[in-house]
């Protein structure tokens, strides 16, 4: 089992970068492909990006896709999300997810998650 802790959500403006990360521990961090989630106020949750255990696959979803990037250190045990060019409809509660599969793009498909980090963006 894998334990997921997410750190560096925060308030920010419309426009700004921000960069979230997940610290995993428990069993070898390579185990798992991991993602990133997020869950607006009265919302589903929704899949936002997804990387494969070595890091070489990402998968992303379309509303965000080619504003936020997803990466991960396997020495440190931890996978990023990079946002930039943030919009005031970013705002929602992300989540850090671990997958047995090499990697996941629906939320089905993953096991482990986080307690999830807010960020805010206004506008």
């Known amino acids: 089992q894998v334990q997921l802790v997410e750190s560096g959500g925060g308030l920010v403006q419309a426009g700004d970068s921000l960069t979230v990360s997940c610290a995993a521990s428990?069993?070898?961090?390579?185990?798992?492909?991991m993602g990133w989630f997020r869950q607006a106020p009265g919302k589903a949750r929704e899949y936002v990006a997804g990387?494969?255990?070595?890091?070489?696959?990402?998968n992303y979803a379309e509303s965000i896709k080619g504003r936020f990037t997803v990466s991960r250190d396997n020495f440190k045990n931890t996978v990023y999300l990079q946002m930039n060019s943030l919009k005031s409809e970013d705002t929602a509660v992300y989540y850090c997810?671990?997958?047995?599969?090499?990697?996941?793009?629906?939320?089905?498909?993953?096991?482990?998650w986080g307690q999830g980090t807010q960020v805010t963006v206004s506008s």
């Open positions: 997810a671990a997958t047995t599969l090499w990697i996941g793009i629906i939320i089905g498909q993953y096991q482990y």
């Open positions: 990387i494969s255990k070595n890091g070489a696959n990402t």
């Open positions: 428990g069993r070898p961090f390579t185990s798992y492909g």
